[in-house]
């Protein structure tokens, strides 16, 4: 007896055509694709929150200290400039670069054998690239010493205190045009308010740096009105200890950062 169905094997009605199979790859590559990309932006997400949080560590902790020195800066008249507050501009790697230099008695940045974790000396921090990348470093001085030839004769080896902040700026309260201007004149003198941002560099280029942007007003300014002619320190300061000298007012502002 003879069949009328047609054998499934060779029925050209079963088998895939080449354009079902070509409009069937192009459906896979365009998933995997999505697939991919929401894969890669899942990493880079989690790369990016990392370095985030890793330098908000970095940055809270050297806010911190840096607070914590400015607030303990010891200041009196003397025409050697001893107890001047120092300041420089510059730049590295397109990021803000200053350096500020103070005598303070807090124990900020200093490791407890320092010789001057528990006395008034002098603290230069400033952004140092010459290791082949930017870093945030501390070099304590001896606070009696004329300020000119401590520069050129003590020549201590910085403290790196962070590899995460590459960039600072300062920036100084003009109370005549009530405005932040990156000018210090005064050779003799400490400010009475400064605008502190510390930026954690990211390890992607096309990422914006961490900003951490603090107002500070040095407690010190407040007893300087005269030409003093004794030690002037701010009440509440600390002469030890990292956490020293809370007497001063910290503002915690969202600065726009400045572009170089």
Known sequence: MRSDTPNQATDPRQAFTLLELMVAMIILTIAMSIAFQAFSGTIRGWKRGSEV????????????????????????????????????????????????????????????????????????????????????????????????????????????????????????????????????EKENSVPERIMLTLFAASAEEDEEPIAFTRVIEIPVFASITEKLTTPSMAKGSSGSGSQGGTGGKTITVNAPQRQR
Request: aromatic share 12%.
């Open 53 to 184: 949080i890793d330098g908000l560590k970095h940055g809270e902790f050297a806010m911190t200290q840096l607070v914590s020195a400015l607030n303990s800066t010891i200041y009196f008249f003397n025409p050697r400039k001893t107890y001047a507050f120092e300041f420089e501009k510059g730049s590295s790697a397109g990021l803000p670069a200053d350096m500020i230099s103070f005598v303070t008695c807090s124990g900020a940045f200093m490791p407890s054998d320092s010789p001057f974790a528990k006395g008034p000396h002098r603290l230069r921090l400033f952004i140092d690239d010459e290791a082949g990348q930017s870093a945030l470093y501390a070099s304590p001085m001896p606070a009696t010493a004329d300020l000119e030839e401590m520069e050129e004769e003590y020549d201590a080896e910085p403290l790196l205190v962070s590899r995460a902040i590459q960039g600072m700026e300062i920036l100084f309260w003009d109370a005549d045009n009530e405005d932040w201007t990156e000018e210090w």
